[in-house]
């Protein structure tokens, strides 16, 4: 079964430090990897993928995430984190499977930037 | 606003109460997904249309949902004999296909359903 792990609840950081947050995910077949963000009261918003290519991808925000394919992970990260990154971020996992699309979001992560 | 909409933005029923919830897609995007997402959850998948064909249905969706998109744009999903375990966010996202069928979905804001 397709499966996607963020096995933080929360990650605080100092503003100015650099953030990770954490994703592996388990699929058969070849992963496309998403994270979302989403903030108070709004809909969630798309920050990068991957499909195929190059293992570091860039998104919105300054953001980038390393697709692992040993490791099975795709970690989000950003050289430095500002106050208004504090959000809840989710990973996601697409793939193909008995013909159709599949969709599985993680449970989450709660991004605490500290001033 | 050219984003994804979803009406009502909230709805209060009583249990055993039929609800129906529609949602406006990007006009151009031709895939349209149905989530339930619950407290501390991530959006759990429930169903998603290509144009007007319905592909895939969760095992989360009972007989009591029901999910169309008659002419390929707007969808409703539809909540039969509702159940307290119903009360959820419900989210719409839509998207093109993109490379190998995959790609970023936009959501809408969302519809919260309280079942009392």
């Known amino acids: 079964a397709q499966s996607v792990a963020q096995p933080e609840d929360q990650v605080n950081v100092a503003e100015g430090n650099p953030l990770t947050v954490k994703c592996t995910y388990s699929?058969?077949?070849?992963?496309?990897l998403f994270w979302y963000v989403q903030y108070p009261n709004r809909g969630l918003q798309f920050l990068l993928k991957y499909i195929t290519g190059d293992n570091l991808v860039k998104g919105s925000y300054g953001f980038e995430a390393e697709f692992n394919k040993s490791q099975t992970s795709f970690h989000l990260k950003k050289p430095s984190a500002l106050v208004s990154d504090s959000a809840l971020y989710f990973c996601a996992v697409s793939s193909h499977s008995g013909g159709y699309q599949k969709v599985t979001f993680g449970t989450g992560t709660k991004l605490q930037v500290i001033p | 606003d050219t984003g994804v909409s979803q009406d009502p933005r909230h709805k209060i029923t009583k249990r055993g109460q039929n609800v129906t919830f529609r949602c406006d897609p990007i006009s151009e995007h031709n895939r349209l997904y149905w989530y339930r997402q619950t407290l501390g959850q991530g959006p759990e998948f429930l169903t998603y249309?290509?144009?007007?064909?319905?592909?895939?249905k969760s095992r989360l969706l009972s007989d009591r949902f029901s999910a169309e998109r008659p002419k390929g744009s707007f969808s409703t999903l539809e909540i039969q004999r509702t159940e307290q375990g119903d009360s959820a966010m419900y989210l719409c996202a839509s998207s093109l296909p993109g490379q190998g069928g995959h790609n970023e979905q936009f959501f809408g804001p969302g519809t919260r359903l309280t079942v009392l």
């Open positions: 249309f290509q144009n007007e064909a319905q592909l895939e």
């Open positions: 699929v058969s077949g070849n992963p496309y």
